[in-house]
């Protein structure tokens, strides 16, 4: 546990630690923690500011040095078994038997185990969960599915949504790993249709299988840099600008905008970068009036036309 990042964690397992080993020398606590003496002192220096409520001398953990040793005069009721409020102990009874209904639980007999028992810890708090309703999103589900792939090494069949094509595809994916790139979970696996790595936005996937075959991606796959987003447009991709009504303005969050401008009417001003306009004239004419075509003038004219030839067929 190494890292400011940790931090929080180590705090809290440093004074329980500390009980238990009085006069450790803080070199050996260091190496225990897997950080350097340094960062170790100061963890001890901010412990002296972390107590109960008052906050006064005799509310904070008190700590006394000697040489290079270091005691804990006074805990501050860290060394006591953690109470959980009824508040707490709903939150855990309803999370418990929400995981406990996954039919994709790896492991059933431990959740029922340990849900039995905070059950009958938590008393009246177990009767007003069976009142609570929980909703496991689509996402969510898809999310877990894909972690318990990794997990077991097992290979994925994903029907998938790809947006820049407006198509649903059948495909069967090799996991390597998750990514978390602009607020989404994506999958990066190796794609055995495409032959190829790919990224697949999770809340894309309509259908989810794990399979029983082994996970067997390119051994040489390297992360690839994702600090400029999932997709990366080529400078010979058109860019497409749209102007956007309230039920449209869902574009802007659901594809990689370049510009997104607010306009004084109250409707949404979008430019994407795209490598085929084709799903994107499909979109336009999907959302009708609320939807308007700025540039570049050739697609906008196309796009009006398409336009005209359906009000012609209704006509």
């Not at 040793?69 to 038997?97: C, F, N, Q």
């Not at 177990?126 to 990794?150: K, M, Y």
């Not at 306009?263 to 004419?285: I, K, Q």
Request: net charge negative.
């Amino acid at each position: 546990m190494s890292g400011s990042a940790d931090r929080l964690p180590r705090l809290l397992a440093l004074v329980p630690y500390l009980l238990a080993r009085p006069g450790i020398r803080i070199a050996e606590a260091a190496a225990d923690f897997d950080v350097p003496e340094a960062q170790l002192r100061r963890d001890l220096q901010l412990l002296w500011m972390c107590g109960l409520p008052g906050h006064g001398p005799g509310d904070l953990i008190d700590l006394s040095f000697e040489g290079d040793t270091v005691t804990v005069g006074y805990d501050a009721g860290m060394s006591r078994p953690l109470r959980l409020t009824g508040d707490e102990a709903l939150a855990l009874v309803v999370a418990l038997r929400t995981l406990a209904d996954d039919p994709e639980l790896t492991d059933p007999d431990a959740v029922e185990r340990a849900l039995a028992k905070v059950e009958t810890a938590a008393g009246g708090a177990a009767e007003v969960a069976s009142a609570v309703a929980v909703r496991v999103e689509p996402a969510d589900r898809v999310l877990a599915q894909v972690r318990g792939a990794l997990d077991q090494g097992a290979a994925l069949h994903l029907t998938y949504y790809v947006a820049a094509r407006d198509e649903t595809t059948e495909r069967d994916v090799d996991p390597v790993r998750l990514r978390w790139v602009d607020n989404r979970w994506y999958l990066e696996a190796w794609c055995r249709l495409a032959k190829a790595v790919r990224f697949f936005r999770l809340d894309r996937v309509d259908a989810i299988e794990v399979l029983d075959q082994p996970s067997r991606p390119p051994a040489d796959l390297a992360p690839r840099d994702l600090s400029g987003g999932v997709y990366q447009p080529a400078p010979d991709h058109p860019l497409v600008t749209l102007r956007l009504g309230p039920p449209g303005r869902w574009v802007a969050g659901y594809y990689p905008c370049e510009r997104v401008t607010e306009l004084p009417d109250g409707r949404l001003e979008v430019t994407l970068r795209v490598a085929d306009t084709a799903w994107v004239r499909r979109l336009v004419l999907g959302l009708g009036g609320w939807a308007e075509v700025v540039g570049p003038r050739w697609f906008a004219d196309h796009v009006r036309g398409e336009a005209r030839d359906a009000l012609a067929a209704y006509a």
